[in-house]
T-cell receptor, first 113, second 115 residues
Framework: GDSVTQMEGPVTLSEEAFLTINCTYT??????LFWYVQYPGEGLQLLLK?????DKGSNKGFEATYRKETTSFHLEKGSVQVSDSAVYFC????????????FGQGTRLTINP | GAGVSQTPSNKVTEKGKYVELRCDPI?????LYWYRQSLGQGPEFLIY????????DSGLPNDRFFAVRPEGSVSTLKIQRTERGDSAMYLC?????????????FGNGTRLTVT
């Protein structure tokens, strides 16, 4: 079945450090790929997405490129801020009538000043 | 504007009791989803409504779980004879379309604890 595996946390970095959170997937068909973020006390929010191979999603300084050859969608940011502290979820969706998202287990990121 | 609203935010119940969790989607959103998130895990799909009908309930774990959306807006997730393993965060999401295109908007969830 479809699945997402992402880098285990927690991840702790200093402000302005470079961030990578790895995500790989297994899917039948041609999934769309997503990164969702959950800030403390808030609901899940869509951070970025890519719908086909070689697409790059970007938002708030975060980027991820859909790599079909390596079945990956790694999240990167060049210079993290304390406000980026949150739990990040990689997810895929194979549209079969419903938008059924399959999530990874989440990676908790803490940025220290 | 108002987002997806879920009530209560926390629910503690005893094993064997019946619970109802409510979701009020964004006005005008025809698609509504329920997900369950266990501690340290990502959300898992439970059920999807398009309008009033359950278009896909393949994620419901067993027949103790049931959900309704009688008027195509508010939805209620019902759990009978609760078990300790039902303890989790229950998330609701809505979107303006059922398939593809528009993103899902998630509520803050209801944390259910079964003692």
């Amino acid at each position: 079945g479809d699945s997402v595996t992402q880098m285990e946390g927690p991840v702790t970095l200093s402000e302005e450090a470079f961030l990578t959170i790895n995500c790989t997937y297994t899917a039948t068909g041609y999934p769309s790929l997503f990164w969702y973020v959950q800030y403390p006390g808030e609901g899940l929010q869509l951070l970025l997405k890519a719908t086909k191979a070689d697409d790059k999603g970007s938002n708030k300084g975060f980027e991820a490129t859909y790599r079909k050859e390596t079945t990956s969608f790694h999240l990167e940011k060049g210079s993290v801020q304390v406000s980026d502290s949150a739990v990040y979820f990689c997810a895929l969706m194979v549209i079969q009538g419903a938008q059924k998202l399959v999530f990874g287990q989440g990676t908790r990121l803490t940025i220290n000043p | 504007g108002a987002g997806v609203s879920q009530t209560p935010s926390n629910k503690v119940t005893e094993k064997g009791k019946y619970v109802e969790l409510r979701c009020d989607p964004i006005s005008g959103h025809t698609a509504l989803y329920w997900y369950r998130q266990s501690l340290g895990q990502g959300p898992e799909f439970l059920i999807y409504f398009q309008g009033t009908g359950a278009a896909d309930d393949s994620g419901l774990p067993n027949d103790r779980f049931f959900a309704v959306r009688p008027e195509g807006s508010v939805s209620t997730l019902k759990i009978q004879r609760t078990e300790r393993g039902d303890s989790a965060m229950y998330l609701c999401a809505s979107s303006s379309q059922g398939a593809g295109g528009s993103p899902l908007h998630f509520g803050n969830g209801t944390r259910l604890t079964v003692t």
